[in-house]
């Protein structure tokens, strides 16, 4: 089975951050992948997911408009890059992959996933 390991760097631009989910066990290309976050006392939430072949991608609310995923099957890595981060972005941001048959198929529910990696925090301040 695949294992999840996901962690954050900050970028170069004034409230930016980029999120990398790499795979291991196996090819992280048979998979889609998809960001949820968790703040404290709420629901995890879907914020971005993206198909095997990358021809589709889902946004939450939350995210359109200043996220981005993207994968590299190469690498075997997803990223999310977020810019324009507020401080209600703050939370437990976690990578979770679904093996699909089909290879532009998005799963937007958090019961979809079957693997998940530990999570990263990501705090944003005032």
């Known amino acids: 089975e695949v294992q999840l390991q996901a962690w954050g760097r900050i970028g170069t631009g004034w409230g930016s951050m980029r999120l990398s989910c790499v795979a291991s066990?196996?090819?992280?290309?048979?998979?889609?992948v998809g960001w949820f976050r968790q703040a404290p006392g709420k629901e995890r939430e879907l914020v971005a997911a993206?198909?095997?072949?990358?021809?589709?991608?889902l946004y939450g609310d939350s995210a359109k408009g200043r996220f981005t995923i993207s994968r590299d099957n190469g690498r075997n890595t997803v990223y999310l890059q977020m810019n324009s981060l507020k401080p209600e972005d703050t939370a437990v941001y976690s990578c979770g992959a679904e093996e699909s048959v089909v290879a532009v198929h998005v799963p937007g529910s958090v019961h979809q996933y079957d693997y998940w990696g530990q999570g990263t925090q990501v705090t944003v301040s005032s």
């Open positions: 993206i198909s095997r072949n990358s021809r589709r991608t």
């Open positions: 066990g196996r090819t992280l290309s048979s998979y889609s």
